[in-house]
């Protein structure tokens, strides 16, 4: 998985959501496989790069964590250009983050480019006796807006590696 490794593509994607959904987290799953009780409160942009062979090619994502731009309503333009996919993250044990997805969306779809391949994530699985969000609710959302969707745990490693690996591929095809 080096950094240096020939790659036959290389493209941009993003993590959107409000805060403490779990993003850092879920890139940290996905590009290092490690995951952290505690936030670290980080300002600015980071990314992450992680390769994966589809086919016989080797394609080389890097991914963009806010790093808690978010907090501050601060997202930039630049922060969405050139990004091809991007997860959108809520957290199923709070309802706030499920409502603001629209506003999530309006702003992928002003700032980023119109084919991008948007992935629903509804983070937390793992803590489904707080549950604010059904199931039914991201599935519905996702049909209505013609996303994939899935539940993933970033603390129990479940459908993260789904998730991030549907949109990569999916990205693929497209382009
Ligand atoms: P971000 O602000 O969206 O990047 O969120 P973080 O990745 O920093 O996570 C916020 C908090 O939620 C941290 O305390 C994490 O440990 C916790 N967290 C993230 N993902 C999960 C998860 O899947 N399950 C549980 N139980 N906690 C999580």
């Known amino acids: 998985n080096s950094v240096d ?3 036959d593509y290389l493209f941009k994607a993003v993590l959107i959501g409000d805060s403490a959904v779990g993003k850092s987290n879920l890139l940290s799953r996905f590009a290092k496989d490690e995951f952290y009780l505690d936030s670290k409160p980080t300002i600015g942009v980071e990314f992450a790069y992680r390769n994966i062979r589809v086919g016989d090619k080797l394609i080389k994502s890097q991914i963009w964590d806010t790093a808690g731009q978010e907090r501050f309503r ?5 922060y969405y250009r050139g990004a091809l996919g991007a997860l959108l993250v809520y957290d199923i044990t709070r309802r706030s983050t499920f409502e603001n997805l629209r506003k999530w969306l309006k702003e992928l779809r002003e700032f ?4 991008m391949v948007i992935v629903l994530v509804g983070n ?7 549950r604010e ?5 991201g599935q519905s959302l996702a049909q209505l807006e013609e996303l994939s ?3 993933t745990s970033a603390k129990e490693n479940l459908n993260v ?3 991030f690996l549907q949109m990569i591929t999916r990205i693929y095809e497209l382009n």
Do not use: N, R, Y
């Not at 969000?133 to 609710?137: I, S």
């Open 124 to 130: 937390k699985s793992d803590l489904s006796q707080s």
């Open 133 to 137: 969000v059904k199931l039914e609710d």
């Open 161 to 163: 590696e789904e998730a």
């Open 5 to 7: 490794e020939e790659c």
């Open 149 to 151: 969707f899935m539940e």
């Open 112 to 115: 980023g480019s119109p084919e």
């Open 74 to 78: 601060a997202i930039t333009s630049s």
